[in-house]
């Protein structure tokens, strides 16, 4: 690695590397959002790489080389020689791949070769150069990880069936069909139940908290602040249900519920879920409640609180994010939940979200309803984690000592 600690190996090695990542993203991007034909160039990605990253980053000397080389980008990528294969597309949808290419390079590729030196580098100038290009990177790539899948689901959604049959990759949106848009949302609704199996999914969701919660935190108090026998084996215990696949209890789950007349009902699901939720709420927190000061809690019992008076008037209080936190992940583990309500729900009047989608998924019905259901079943649980996320990051003693 000694030989490109040098300013003009590392800039145009970085550079070419930075313009692939680019144009792979910008050519994917573009293709989902107009359904034309872009493809990155690899070779030619490279060499432009190369040889813009000098001069966008003033390597050479020249004040306000990346507003030229910005335009120099722009231009090339407009010709069949430039780092974005564009086909018979538009000008318009070229215009606007070939500006994101050319104002993204010459921004970021500045940023990542921030003071590095035409020559040699220090190994702090080098190592700063490779971890905030691996940055963007990772940036670029776990962005598309997440928003490549909703996106499909969401215009899949909104397409008719006329429309995936004539081309199935082509995942741009009409924006004139106005309101036909929704036209799958609707039928969902009407035709196929979905509002009753989300308030299903709701109902459930909602009582499997309250009973994990009653369950966990006078189970997650005891181990981390009382003491009796065995107490240390079992705070280690608590998550070795994990260990055994849930797809192994499913044929006893099924036979005992059948035997006992619980199979297609709400409570058997509702007593069947907190099974799973109980233990993770238990090891999360009884790490948190042994994070709280105890002296706040003995001095509540000095003045004559009750232990269970203690664990309602001062220890729940302070443990809101906590408990916020643990509510949240076990309302999505209740929502997401599908191979026991696969398993044991039959009656499509008590079908949860997970199980109504797992009915759409059938020839006879068109695809673009199962990824409207899917949508459906998304969107809820995403509103509600960035609605509740500023609670997990409170100060969690904040206020809780006075005087």
Not at 44 to 62: D, E, F, N, V
Not at 269 to 293: D, S
Request: aromatic fraction near 14%.
């Amino acid at each position: 690695m000694g030989f490109l600690r040098f300013g003009y190996i590392t800039a145009p090695v970085l550079g070419a590397l930075w313009m692939v990542v680019l144009s792979v993203t910008i050519s994917v991007a573009m293709s989902f959002a107009t359904g034309d034909p872009f493809r990155p160039s690899l070779w030619l990605s490279l060499c432009w790489g190369a040889a813009a990253a000098i001069g966008a980053a003033g390597l050479m000397g020249q004040k306000g080389a990346h507003w030229g080389v910005m335009l120099a980008l722009i231009g090339v990528t407009l010709t069949p020689y430039g780092p974005i294969e564009r086909g018979e597309t538009g000008m318009f949808a070229a215009t606007v791949a070939a500006v994101s290419l050319g104002a993204i390079f010459v921004w970021s590729v500045r940023k990542i070769l921030h003071d590095t030196p035409m020559g040699a580098l220090t190994r702090h100038e080098f190592e700063g150069a490779i971890i905030r290009f691996l940055t963007g990177f990772g940036y670029i790539f776990f962005t598309a990880i997440v928003l490549i899948p909703f996106y499909v689901m969401v215009m899949t959604s909104l397409k008719n069936q006329g429309e995936l049959m004539q081309n199935p990759l082509d995942f741009s949106i009409d924006l004139s069909k106005g309101a036909d848009l929704f036209r799958s949302y609707d039928e969902l609704f009407t035709q196929f139940n979905f509002g009753t199996y989300m308030f299903n999914s709701f109902f459930i969701s909602v009582l499997t908290v309250f009973i994990t919660l009653a369950f966990a935190i006078p189970g997650a108090y005891a181990v981390a602040r009382l003491r009796f026998a065995g107490q240390a084996a079992f705070s280690r215990s608590i998550l070795l249900i994990y260990m055994v696949p849930m797809i192994v209890l499913a044929l006893p789950i099924y036979i005992a519920f059948s035997m006992t007349g619980l199979r297609n009902s709400f409570w058997g699901i509702v007593m069947i879920y907190p099974v799973t939720t109980i233990p993770v709420a238990l090891y999360m927190l009884q790490g948190y409640f042994r994070g709280l000061p105890a002296e706040v809690e003995e001095a509540g019992l000095m003045d004559g609180l009750s232990r269970l008076a203690v664990i309602w008037k001062i220890t729940l209080p302070l443990s809101l994010p906590a408990l916020a936190s643990v509510s949240l992940y076990v309302f999505m583990i209740a929502w997401n939940e599908f191979l026991l309500a696969f398993m044991l729900l039959d009656d499509p009047s008590k079908f949860t979200l997970t199980r109504g989608i797992a009915s759409l998924n059938s020839s006879e019905i068109p695809r673009q309803h199962l990824m409207a259901g899917s949508v459906v079943a998304t969107v809820p649980i995403m509103a509600l984690f960035l609605g509740l996320e500023r609670f997990m990051t409170k100060g969690l003693t904040a206020g809780s000592v006075k005087g």
